[in-house]
C-alpha cells in the first residue's frame, strides 16, 4: 500500500465532494508525474461519489514522438478504468513557445470540456508549479493578482494538488509502478520557468535556507485573499460609473489598488483584448488622473483610447 497516496487522494476528495453525483468531470493529463497521481486518486475517489471521470491528453504537436506519448497516456488512463480524448492541437506562436503552448493547451481542454458538458476539469499543478509562478510574478514585479499565484478554483479548472509537492507525486508513481514521462521542454534553460526551477530555487535554498517553495506558495495564498478583497472593492466602485466616461476628481480619492483595478476595468470594457494590458498600459492612464500636465491621449491595445477632457476621462475605440 502506497504511503503517499492517502494524501493525495484525501486533497482530491475534499474537491469531488462540492460536485454532485452524476456529474462529469474531465482531467487533464501530459504523463508527468503530477497528472498521473492526479488521475490515479481521481480513478478510485470518483466513483465513489458516483461522479463520472474522462481524462484529456493534449498533443502539442511540437515535439517528435508526441503523438507516441499521448498514445502511452491512453493506455496508461485505460489501465486505471479512464476513457481518455487525445487532443491534437496546431500551436501558433504569437507570444513565446510557453506562454503560446499553454493557450493552445487551454483552448483544447475548454472544447473537450464543453463537449462532453463537464462541471469541471482537474489539473495537477503542485505547490512547487506555484512556487515558480510566485518567482516569475516578482521577477517581473506584478501586482498582488499576479503574485497570488493559480487560484485553486477558477471557473471550471480544479487544481487540487497545490498543497501537494512535485516529490510527493513522483514518489507516488514509483510507489505505484506508474512510468511517468520526462518532458523534455522541462529541462530546457530557454525557458525562464525552467530556470526558475532549476537554479533560482535551489539557491535560494541553499543561501536562505530551505522550505522556500513552500513559504512562496504560503505568500501566494495570503495574496490571494487581499487581491480578492480589493477586487470586490472596485466592483463595487464601477457599479456607480460609467467606465466610458470617468470624473478624474473621483478616482483621484480613491486607493491606488482600487484606481488601478477600475482603470483596467474601463480598458477592457472599452475593448482591448482579453490579457493585454500590462501595468504600463495602466500607469499611462494614470498619469492623466493624478499626473494631468496637458499631455496627449493614451493608445492602448484594441484600438483604445483614453483622453482627458474638462476633469473626465474618455475612453473609446478606434
Not at 504537436?61 to 480524448?85: F, N, R, Y
Not at 503542485?126 to 498582488?144: F, Y
Not at 478554483?153 to 487540487?160: E, W
Not at 466602485?237 to 467606465?243: N, P, S, T, V, W
Request: aromatic residues 4%; glycine residues 8%; hydrophobic residues 45%.
Amino acid at each position: 500500500m502506497s504511503a503517499t497516496a492517502p494524501v493525495i487522494r484525501n486533497a482530491v476528495r475534499l474537491w469531488l465532494e462540492k460536485l454532485e453525483a452524476g456529474d462529469l468531470v474531465c482531467v487533464a493529463v501530459s504523463g508527468g508525474a503530477d497528472s498521473l497521481a492526479l488521475a490515479y486518486a481521481l480513478s478510485l475517489e470518483a466513483p465513489k461519489l458516483a461522479i463520472q471521470l474522462h481524462a484529456v491528453t493534449v498533443d502539442h504537436q511540437l515535439q517528435s514522438g508526441s503523438a507516441a506519448q499521448a498514445a502511452t497516456v491512453v493506455v496508461q488512463m485505460t489501465s486505471l478504468g479512464i476513457e481518455t480524448t487525445v487532443a491534437k492541437v496546431s500551436v501558433e506562436i504569437t507570444e513565446g513557445l510557453e506562454a503560446s503552448a499553454r493557450k493552445a493547451r487551454y483552448a483544447a481542454l475548454d472544447s473537450v470540456g464543453d463537449t462532453l458538458n463537464a462541471v469541471a476539469i482537474f489539473l495537477g499543478h503542485t505547490r512547487d508549479d506555484q512556487a515558480e509562478s510566485v518567482l516569475l510574478g516578482l521577477a517581473r514585479g506584478s501586482g498582488t493578482r499576479s503574485l497570488s499565484g493559480m487560484a485553486p478554483h477558477q471557473g471550471k479548472y480544479i487544481r487540487p494538488l497545490l498543497s501537494i509537492t512535485r516529490e510527493q507525486t513522483e514518489k507516488l508513481c514509483d510507489e505505484l509502478s506508474l512510468d511517468d514521462w520526462q518532458d523534455p521542454h522541462n529541462k530546457d534553460a530557454q525557458f525562464a520557468r525552467v530556470r526558475v526551477r532549476t537554479v533560482a530555487i535551489p539557491t535560494l535554498e541553499k543561501t536562505i535556507g530551505p522550505g522556500i517553495s513552500e513559504a512562496l506558495a504560503r505568500s501566494a495564498d495570503l495574496l490571494r485573499h487581499d487581491a480578492d478583497a480589493l477586487d470586490a472593492w472596485a466592483e463595487r466602485e464601477i457599479r456607480h460609473l460609467d467606465l466610458a466616461d470617468l470624473e478624474c476628481e473621483h478616482l483621484s480619492q480613491l486607493p491606488r489598488a482600487i484606481r488601478s483595478r477600475i482603470i483596467r476595468m474601463a480598458i477592457y470594457a472599452a475593448g482591448a483584448p482579453s490579457g493585454s494590458i500590462s501595468a504600463e498600459h495602466v500607469a499611462s492612464v494614470e498619469a492623466l488622473i493624478m499626473g494631468w500636465s496637458g499631455q496627449g491621449p493614451s493608445h492602448l491595445p484594441g484600438g483604445v483610447k483614453v483622453e482627458r477632457f474638462s476633469g473626465r476621462l474618455s475612453l473609446l475605440r478606434n
